[in-house]
C-alpha cells in the first residue's frame, strides 16, 4: 500500500546503519525525513548525502530525523556514511520493502538496456507518523534546502 498525503503511514520496520531499528514506534514524536536514492558511492547520491549532512544540524533544530535509504547492502552503507562522516542513518532496503511500499521503484534506460531502479524521491513524515509531502524524480540542486524549509513550516505550523 502506498502511503498517502496526509494519512497515517503504515506499519514500517526496516535495520539501519549504526544498530538502529527503523520503526513508528521508535521515532514517535519526531519529524523523520525519508530521502530514496540510487547507489551508494554515485555521483549524484554523494552530492545529496553530503548537502543533507551539512544542513543536518538545521534539520535537527527544527526536530527532524533524516533517513537515507537505498537498495545497498548494510556494509556499503557503513562505509559511504562513514567514507562521508554522515551525521545521520541509511537504511538498507536490500528486499525493497520500503523502495515498493513507497513506490519508488522505476524501470529506466541505461545504456540502452530496461533497468529496475529507485527513483530519487523524498517524504516528509510528521511527528504522528503522518506523511505531509513528498517529492518524486527530484534534481538534486536545491532540493535538501526546500525539505529543509517544509520541516521549519511544519514546525512552526504544529
Not at 520503526?23 to 530514496?36: C, D, I, N, R, S
Not at 535537527?60 to 556514511?81: L, P, T, Y
Not at 529496475?116 to 524524480?137: C, H, P
Request: proline share 4%; aromatic share 8%; with cysteine.
Amino acid at each position: 500500500m502506498t502511503p498517502a498525503l496526509n494519512k497515517p503511514l503504515p506499519e514500517i520496520e526496516a535495520q539501519a546503519t549504526g544498530g538502529v531499528k527503523f520503526t513508528h514506534q521508535a521515532f514517535h514524536g519526531k519529524v523523520v525525513v525519508l530521502y530514496f536514492y540510487p547507489k551508494d558511492n554515485t555521483p549524484g547520491c554523494t552530492t545529496e548525502a553530503m548537502q543533507f549532512r551539512d544542513q543536518h544540524e538545521a534539520f535537527a533544530q527544527a526536530g527532524a530525523v533524516v533517513f537515507g535509504v537505498s537498495r545497498d547492502n548494510m556494509v556499503s552503507h557503513e562505509k559511504f556514511k562513514e567514507g562521508l562522516g554522515l551525521p545521520f542513518e541509511l537504511i538498507a532496503d536490500t528486499e525493497e520493502k520500503l523502495c515498493h511500499m513507497f513506490g519508488v521503484v522505476k524501470n529506466k534506460i541505461m545504456y540502452g538496456k530496461k533497468v529496475k531502479g529507485i527513483e530519487r524521491s523524498t517524504f516528509l513524515i510528521d511527528a504522528k507518523g503522518v506523511l505531509r509531502a513528498e517529492w518524486r524524480g527530484i534534481k538534486v540542486a536545491g532540493h535538501v534546502e526546500e525539505v529543509l524549509q517544509a520541516v521549519q513550516e511544519l514546525r512552526a505550523a504544529a
